[in-house]
Every structure is written in structure tokens, then in C-alpha cells.
């Protein structure tokens, strides 16, 4: 730990808690900058495993902190303190019986963010069944609102003209989307393949008309690949895929939400065969089995449960909806209008050296929060790159 005094932040409704002030031990237990972590990454963690690194959003954290220490239950508490720490109880204590007219759950989740901040915690140990490890790391993105907004309220002018001057102090950096593939694809993107790979695993010794579904569509986007449409698809699986939380669209909702982390790389393969049902409907079996293949009627409750649903393509735009039903049917959806499609192509090469505007146009939310979900694909720019721009 670093000697002399850390900056105190100020919190709402007075002092801080104690457990939220520097050199204590939830600061103790988290606080590490992770360019200084990752040199003994590879010692404390010498066979790395799927899911051994990974990126957390600053707001995403700090919210999943407050509900679990709220809960106070025991798979949530040993997923983020270890045995005989004191921390969490004293923060349930704190959350619990402060007035929440006086504290508010925002100003407490702003004071959280603060707080990370100001101890300069960058990472922090993963989990693995419910329980602390080391042997995962969880690097922390994001924005930090400065310390004088949080005393205003949260969506007010104040606060926002208190942020706007901070980021207009900061020095701009030159940052671009990169997915990891060029444009036109002229291949299979690593993540969609890998989790193709996955489901094969998955159902070798299971449904084996399952397993053959999941092959007609690999074939199916192999063969499309290079075409416009096909372009749009991996692009907006690749940046959804990229997310530090799965986006889902709640029932009665039209936006896109925080969901409960899915496995990447099979989110990603069960989002592709759901988009191509749509793109290319000759391809796939509907209403009966064709032979090994299983149908689309009946592949549709077993792609439920990896995240991806009919609301979610409704909103992402892929699909257009003929119904008013809260979960459309297969049956009332098609493909959107080829021009609206080929249109958003557009949009989203023309944003690629424009992250938050990129990002904006996939999830239809000018949320800064999802910008910080997406950083896996976000890259600085070379210096090379910015006088070719």
C-alpha cells in the first residue's frame, strides 16, 4: 500500500461510511492498478482459463456491490469478500439503515464509483461458483463522474454541465471499434466459430438434431459470407457479443437492458442462427424435422434460455413486427427492408472511428454505460492510423 494521504471524496449526507474511506479492507481486498497486476498475471495464473480475464463496468460493479450487499445472502457475499472479512457486513449495515430520503441508491452507487477512484482500484479478483479466487481477474472500465457531481442530483442540469466541464478539460483521445476482423468478412469471426465449437461439445452425446441445426447454420453463414446483409449481422453480433453484461429487452419493455451474463461465445452462435432464420428462411426446416435437423418451431425453446429471444432481434432492428404482442412469434416477424438494412451498414462503417456513436446506433441509447460495456472492442488509435484518417 502506498504511503501518505489518498484525496477524500465527498460523500452525500455527510462523511463517508468507514468502509468506503481509503486504507480499509474493502480497499485492501480490491485495490490494485492493473498495469501494475498484469506482469504477475501469468505467475498467479499460469494455465489461464475461458473467462480468466475479463472487463467489468465501473456502474455495472458498483450496482451488483450495493444489491448484494443489500441481499445480504451467502452466494453473493463469498462471491465478493472472502471468509472472515468484515466489510461486507459493515456495508449491509450501512446500505440497510441509512434513510434512503437522505442517501439515495444513486448517490450511493456514485459514491462507490468515487470511491474506486479515489484508492485507485483498477481490478479486482474474479469468482468461479460463488466464490472468490484468484486465479480470475476482473479489470474495471469506465467513466468516473468528478467528485462535485455527485453531490448533484443525478439528471440534473447541474450534474450534467458539472461533467460536461470535467470532460472538456481532459485531453481527447483518437479511439476507434475494431472487431477483430476486416470489411467485407471474409471469414468466420474467432468468438462465433469458438462458440460453434462449444455447442458441438455441448450436444455430441445429447440431441443430435440440435447439434445438426447449429451445423446447417455455421454452412449457412459461411456461405454468406461477403454479402452486405451478412456484414450487418456480424457486426451487430460481434459488438452485442463484446458486452461485459448480455443485453436483453425485459417484457412490455423497447430497450435494451443489463441481463445476466451468458457464455460469449455460445450467446454468439445462438444469436447468428436466430438472425439467419430471417435472413435466409430456405435454409432452415420450420414447421417439421428435416431428418437430423431439427425445426425452427422447436429450436426456438431450446435458444431461449442462451439469451437470445424474439424482443431482442425486434429491437436491435434486424426484424420488423406485424404483431402487438409483448413476445412476438416467429410467425409475425420478417427480415427488416434490405435498404434499411444496407443503411445501417452505412451507419455503422461510417461510425467505427466514432466509439459512442457506434455504440449508440447498436443499442438505440445514448447511455454512456454501454460504451463502457463495449470496451472490449474499443482500441487507441496508432499514430500511423491518425494521419491516414
Known amino acids: 500500500m502506498r504511503s501518505g494521504r489518498v484525496p477524500q471524496t465527498r460523500f452525500p449526507g455527510g462523511n463517508p461510511p468507514a468502509t468506503l474511506c481509503p486504507h480499509t479492507s474493502l480497499a485492501n481486498l480490491i485495490r490494485s492498478r492493473y498495469s ?22 465501473r456502474q455495472d460493479f458498483a450496482a451488483e456491490l450495493y444489491q448484494k450487499c443489500r441481499q445480504n445472502d451467502g452466494p453473493g457475499r463469498h462471491a465478493l469478500s472472502s471468509l472472515h472479512s468484515t466489510w461486507f457486513a459493515i456495508l449491509h449495515a450501512v446500505f440497510t439503515f441509512i434513510d434512503p430520503r437522505r442517501v439515495t441508491k444513486e448517490h450511493w452507487l456514485d459514491s462507490l464509483t468515487a470511491a474506486m477512484a479515489a484508492n485507485q482500484i483498477e481490478c479486482m479478483p474474479g469468482s468461479h ?29 447541474k450534474r450534467a454541465a458539472i461533467e460536461a466541464e470535467s470532460l472538456a478539460g481532459r485531453a481527447r483521445k483518437r479511439q476507434a471499434i475494431e472487431l477483430g ?13 469458438d462458440g460453434f465449437r462449444a455447442q458441438e461439445k455441448l450436444f455430441v452425446r445429447g440431441n ?16 454468406s459470407l461477403g454479402d452486405p446483409l451478412c456484414d450487418v449481422l456480424l457486426m451487430l453480433v460481434l459488438t452485442f457479443s463484446a458486452s461485459s453484461v448480455t443485453p436483453t429487452v425485459a417484457a412490455r419493455s423497447h430497450h435494451f437492458e443489463a441481463g445476466a451474463r451468458k457464455d460469449p461465445g ?63 412469434r416467429n410467425s409475425d416477424l420478417s427480415l427488416r427492408p434490405v435498404d434499411e438494412l444496407l443503411k445501417l451498414r452505412a451507419d455503422l462503417l461510417s461510425l467505427r472511428k466514432d466509439p459512442a456513436g457506434f455504440v449508440a446506433r447498436v443499442f438505440r441509447s445514448r447511455d454512456s454505460v454501454w460504451l463502457e460495456r463495449c470496451s472490449g472492442i474499443i482500441r487507441e488509435q496508432s499514430p500511423s492510423a491518425r494521419k491516414g484518417k
Open 36 to 57: 501494475n497486476y498484469e506482469p504477475i498475471w501469468s505467475l498467479t495464473s499460469p494455465l489461464p482459463t475461458p473467462g480468466s480475464e475479463s472487463t467489468k463496468s
Open 129 to 157: 461458483c460463488s466464490r472468490i479466487t484468484h486465479q480470475r481477474v476482473v479489470r474495471l472500465v469506465g467513466h468516473i463522474a468528478p467528485p462535485r457531481a455527485i453531490a448533484a442530483r443525478p439528471g440534473s442540469l
Open 181 to 193: 476482423c476486416e470489411i467485407p468478412f471474409t471469414c468466420i469471426p474467432t468468438i462465433i466459430d
Open 208 to 223: 443430435l438434431k440440435i447439434l445438426e441445426h447449429y451445423h446447417v447454420a455455421r454452412n449457412c453463414l459461411e456461405r
Open 266 to 328: 455460445l450467446f454468439a452462435a445462438s444469436m447468428v442462427t436466430r438472425m439467419l432464420w430471417f435472413l435466409h428462411p430456405e435454409a432452415f426446416p420450420w414447421e417439421r424435422d428435416d431428418g437430423m435437423v431439427l425445426c425452427v418451431s422447436e429450436m426456438t425453446k431450446k435458444i431461449e434460455h442462451k439469451g437470445v429471444n424474439n424482443r431482442l432481434l425486434r429491437e436491435l432492428g434486424w426484424v420488423q413486427d406485424r404483431s402487438r404482442r409483448e413476445n412476438p
